[in-house]
């Protein structure tokens, strides 16, 4: 499969619960790229688990940790990035994230809460009502994920596959040239 990335790298942004790894393990599988997930390598940074990095070190600390991840990974090419939903909350993390193409996979609060559940492992949902938590979250990072090159706005029904060709198929609209003569691309 052919695409006009030129060995650029796809950083997938969007709160937690979106899909991002499933997603980009996907992209990478249909593009021969490698993949790389921003919270993994932090916990093999740290030694521990990122909820016990926030308990023991603190947000700021994860924070910090995740910074230098992104920062190694944005020198990186041919390669999917599944970020963690509040990569987008420190500037410094943009100007990693612009060594690439920044995809939002966008999921409504709701659908998210239903996919989380009970999972125990996400620290900013340890709170009495993780819905209006969760809800909180996308509306006051709204706008930083809206910075993207491209942003999908999914159901959250559409399987893995169906996700990774949906952003295959809208990447030439944002990278082909501007010429009439190139308005085609097979």
Not at 85 to 106: M, Q, T
Request: one cysteine or more; charged letters at 20%.
């Amino acid at each position: 499969m052919s695409h006009p990335l030129q060995n650029c790298s796809l950083f997938l942004i969007g709160m937690m619960g979106v899909g991002k790894t499933t997603v980009g393990q996907e992209l990478a599988k249909q593009l021969n790229y490698r993949f790389f997930d921003t919270d993994n390598l932090i916990e093999r940074v740290a030694g521990k688990p990122i909820p016990e990095i926030f308990a023991t070190d603190g947000e700021e600390a994860f924070r910090k940790l995740e910074s230098q991840v992104l920062g190694q990974l944005s020198a990186q090419t041919r390669s999917t990035i599944a970020t963690g939903g509040g990569i987008i909350l420190k500037a410094e993390n943009w100007s990693y994230l612009r060594h690439g193409i920044v995809v939002w996979l966008d999921i409504p609060a709701p659908v998210l809460y239903h996919r989380l559940g009970a999972d125990s492992s996400r620290p900013l949902l340890q709170t009495p009502d993780p819905l209006q938590t969760l809800q909180e979250l996308c509306d006051r990072r709204r706008s930083l994920y809206a910075q993207a090159d491209l942003h999908l706005t999914l159901s959250g029904a559409e399987p893995p596959e169906q996700v990774a060709e949906q952003i295959l198929n809208e990447l030439p609209k944002i990278l082909k040239p501007k010429s009439k003569a190139n308005t085609h691309l097979n």
